[in-house]
């Protein structure tokens, strides 16, 4: 068998590099070469005890341009220059093994120095860029000719635009009374996408796709404050994305897990932790011990308090699609993957919500290999954690069609209400029920001006009677409107808020407690000590510009349920 070992790709043409053995050095700095823009790290043979390695990509001045890590469940990393705002001519890649050879593993051992010589091809054809190479799945047409680049250009990355888009130019949608068609497409189909993105290229445009992350001076001058000669200085706050889950754990306190950033790239910093007591984010993916779910997006994440674990469930990455279950220990913080019983196709942009101790995952997209575009679900899958299985109940009633990208709250801990979503080329407005206890479903015939029909958008309960639906996306633009549903008067209303006014599409709600947020402000006059003040929370998503957020907004649940 293979021996373990860590290789390294610098540039397209060159040959892997060995930087880590199974008997070396478990540190070690790389000077990457000046003419090199593409980086590739993997590994090779079993991991054994090994847990992980901790890898960053830092500048001249030691600061972190970029972190991953390795694991066996997340074998290979990469990083181009074009896509790294800080990469400058020198800079070097540090690696550092966790676990395996207790022996090897000694942090005051210091870091073995490696040379890289530059690879000059013999040839001088032109490739493809990384991006093709590495590249994202194609949903648009493919090329006729691979070596045309003009097709290869048409067809570049594409995934997780539209999770079963279609190639129609405009997308129709479902209307309400008084919508119109027309308007740019936010997350448009894969030739449209790779078009755009050829132009800006040959243009020599700097053009970020849904990519809006912090300044770069920043982050940068944020880390040269807090870095030392033998420190690492660390970022401070999560890049800008899409797609991701945030999920609450306690009053204070919330988990961001995945999504997609800049250039559709998927985040190299996919998990972190919001403290609401200071409004604070901690880089959380070293915290935690055991395998890290592969990096995703369309994914769900449930919170069960009785456990006190989080539970993540599917979601999609480029070729991959996920139907496996992670499941992170916030008690110990240790993460286990499921060897669960039973069928469950690999969904995507599905819903999931915790009843009794079980999750119930309601429709989602799914690969179909060879029609296009891709299908969508109708089903309800039960996943058990005590038996470790997934199962399909009896369900009666009217079962709503089939689709994607909507969202479900769970009210009074005994019904289902689902909202909205997308199956190409239709995108809804509709409401369905779910009884949990008679496990059957009901069209839920709504009054007011209802939200106009929409995918992706977020959602959060307010209360035991109401919940809130913010943003999404139509097939041609995102949205901004906010509403209000009244499960007991079955009854929209739609609320103008500044704080909420900001188009969105991906991003998450959800409600946190914040009176000990206001008692640390000193605003603490009208805070009622014999009850909880949350309020709404708003993280990620991209407008209309394509630019991602990374920003939190609060509104106060109060001030949301006084306007109805």
Same mark, same amino acid.
């Given at each position: 068998?293979?021996?373990?070992?860590?290789?390294?790709?610098?540039?397209?043409?060159?040959?892997?590099?060995?930087?880590? =053995?199974? #008997?070396?050095?478990?540190? +070690?700095?790389? /000077?990457?070469?000046?003419?090199?823009?593409?980086?590739? %790290? &993997? @590994?090779?043979?079993?991991?054994?005890?090994?847990?992980?390695?901790?890898?960053?990509?830092?500048?001249?001045?030691?600061?972190?341009?970029?972190?991953?890590?390795?694991?066996?469940?997340?074998?290979?990393?990469?990083?181009?220059?074009?896509?790294?705002?800080?990469?400058?001519?020198?800079?070097?890649?540090?690696?550092?093994?966790?676990?395996?050879?207790?022996?090897?593993?000694?942090?005051?051992?210091?870091?073995?120095?490696?040379?890289?010589?530059?690879?000059?091809?013999?040839?001088?054809?032109?490739?493809?860029?990384?991006?093709?190479?590495?590249?994202?799945?194609?949903?648009?047409?493919?090329?006729?000719?691979?070596?045309?680049?003009?097709?290869?250009?048409?067809?570049?990355?594409?995934?997780?635009?539209?999770?079963?888009? =279609?190639? #129609?130019?405009?997308?129709? +949608?479902?209307? /309400?009374?008084?919508?119109?068609?027309?308007?740019?497409? %936010? &997350? @448009?189909?894969?030739?449209?996408?790779?078009?755009?993105?050829?132009?800006?290229?040959?243009?020599?445009?700097?053009?970020?796709?849904?990519?809006?992350?912090?300044?770069?001076?920043?982050?940068?001058?944020?880390?040269?404050?807090?870095?030392?000669?033998?420190?690492?200085?660390?970022?401070?706050?999560?890049?800008?994305?899409?797609?991701?889950?945030?999920?609450?754990?306690?009053?204070?306190?919330?988990?961001?897990?995945?999504?997609?950033?800049?250039?559709?790239?998927?985040?190299?910093?996919?998990?972190?932790?919001?403290?609401?007591?200071?409004?604070?984010?901690?880089?959380?993916?070293?915290?935690?011990?055991?395998?890290?779910?592969?990096?995703?997006?369309?994914?769900?994440?449930?919170?069960?308090?009785?456990?006190?674990?989080?539970?993540?469930?599917?979601?999609?990455?480029?070729?991959?699609?996920?139907?496996?279950?992670?499941?992170?220990?916030?008690?110990?913080?240790?993460?286990?993957?499921?060897?669960?019983?039973?069928?469950?196709?690999?969904?995507?942009?599905?819903?999931?919500?915790?009843?009794?101790?079980?999750?119930?995952?309601?429709?989602?997209?799914?690969?179909?290999?060879?029609?296009?575009?891709?299908?969508?679900?109708?089903?309800?899958?039960?996943?058990?954690?005590?038996?470790?299985?997934?199962?399909?109940?009896?369900?009666?009633?009217?079962?709503?069609?089939?689709?994607?990208?909507?969202?479900?709250?769970?009210?009074?801990?005994?019904?289902?209400?689902?909202?909205?979503?997308?199956?190409?080329?239709?995108?809804?407005?509709?409401?369905?029920?779910?009884?949990?206890?008679?496990?059957?479903?009901?069209?839920?015939?709504?009054?007011?001006?209802?939200?106009?029909?929409?995918?992706?958008?977020?959602?959060?309960?307010?209360?035991?009677?109401?919940?809130?639906?913010?943003?999404?996306?139509?097939?041609?633009?995102?949205?901004?409107?906010?509403?209000?549903?009244?499960?007991?008067?079955?009854?929209?209303?739609?609320?103008?808020?500044?704080?909420?006014?900001?188009?969105?599409?991906?991003?998450?709600?959800?409600?946190?407690?914040?009176?000990?947020?206001?008692?640390?402000?000193?605003?603490?006059?009208?805070?009622?000590?014999?009850?909880?003040?949350?309020?709404?929370?708003?993280?990620?998503?991209?407008?209309?510009?394509?630019?991602?957020?990374?920003?939190?907004?609060?509104?106060?649940?109060?001030?949301?349920?006084?306007?109805?």
């Amino acid at each position: 068998m293979e021996d373990f070992g860590i290789y390294a790709v610098f540039g397209l043409q060159a040959p892997p590099q060995r930087l880590l =053995s199974a #008997n070396g050095c478990s540190r +070690v700095c790389v /000077a990457v070469p000046r003419t090199v823009q593409q980086v590739v %790290l &993997f @590994s090779s043979g079993p991991w054994g005890d090994r847990i992980c390695v901790n890898a960053e990509l830092n500048d001249t001045e030691r600061i972190p341009i970029t972190i991953g890590k390795l694991t066996p469940y997340n074998r290979c990393l990469s990083w181009e220059q074009w896509e790294e705002d800080t990469w400058t001519d020198s800079v070097t890649l540090n690696l550092r093994l966790e676990g395996g050879n207790p022996a090897t593993e000694n942090w005051s051992e210091p870091e073995q120095i490696l040379a890289v010589k530059e690879y000059t091809p013999k040839d001088t054809t032109v490739h493809r860029s990384a991006q093709d190479l590495y590249g994202k799945r194609k949903r648009g047409r493919m090329a006729a000719d691979e070596n045309d680049q003009d097709n290869v250009s048409e067809t570049g990355e594409d995934e997780n635009r539209c999770p079963n888009g =279609s190639k #129609n130019s405009t997308t129709p +949608v479902r209307k /309400a009374k008084g919508q119109s068609k027309g308007g740019q497409k %936010l &997350f @448009s189909n894969g030739t449209e996408a790779a078009k755009m993105e050829g132009t800006a290229e040959v243009a020599g445009e700097t053009h970020r796709i849904l990519g809006k992350t912090p300044p770069p001076s920043v982050t940068r001058t944020k880390n040269k404050q807090a870095k030392t000669s033998t420190q690492t200085a660390a970022i401070v706050s999560p890049s800008g994305r899409w797609g991701q889950t945030l999920c609450p754990i306690d009053a204070q306190t919330a988990i961001l897990i995945g999504g997609q950033g800049a250039r559709m790239h998927f985040c190299k910093d996919p998990m972190w932790k919001l403290c609401t007591e200071d409004m604070s984010w901690m880089a959380a993916e070293t915290l935690a011990e055991g395998p890290t779910p592969e990096a995703r997006i369309g994914h769900t994440s449930v919170y069960d308090p009785d456990s006190k674990r989080i539970f993540v469930f599917g979601g999609s990455k480029n070729k991959k699609w996920f139907n496996d279950v992670h499941i992170l220990d916030t008690q110990s913080w240790k993460w286990t993957m499921v060897e669960a019983q039973g069928k469950v196709p690999p969904l995507a942009y599905h819903s999931c919500s915790m009843f009794r101790g079980e999750l119930f995952v309601l429709g989602g997209v799914f690969p179909n290999p060879n029609p296009e575009p891709d299908g969508c679900s109708d089903s309800l899958y039960i996943f058990d954690p005590n038996l470790s299985i997934w199962y399909e109940p009896i369900v009666t009633g009217d079962k709503p069609s089939p689709r994607s990208g909507h969202s479900a709250c769970l009210m009074q801990e005994r019904k289902i209400y689902m909202f909205g979503g997308w199956d190409t080329p239709v995108c809804y407005n509709d409401m369905f029920m779910l009884d949990l206890g008679l496990m059957e479903f009901a069209v839920v015939k709504t009054s007011g001006k209802a939200p106009s029909p929409r995918s992706w958008h977020g959602s959060a309960v307010l209360s035991d009677t109401k919940f809130l639906i913010h943003g999404g996306y139509n097939g041609n633009n995102a949205l901004s409107d906010t509403f209000i549903f009244d499960i007991e008067t079955n009854s929209w209303t739609e609320l103008t808020l500044p704080q909420l006014s900001v188009p969105r599409a991906g991003h998450s709600l959800i409600t946190m407690n914040t009176t000990s947020l206001q008692l640390l402000s000193g605003d603490s006059k009208d805070v009622d000590m014999d009850s909880e003040d949350k309020s709404l929370m708003v993280f990620g998503g991209g407008d209309n510009e394509r630019n991602f957020y990374s920003d939190v907004t609060t509104v106060s649940v109060k001030e949301l349920l006084s306007s109805v």
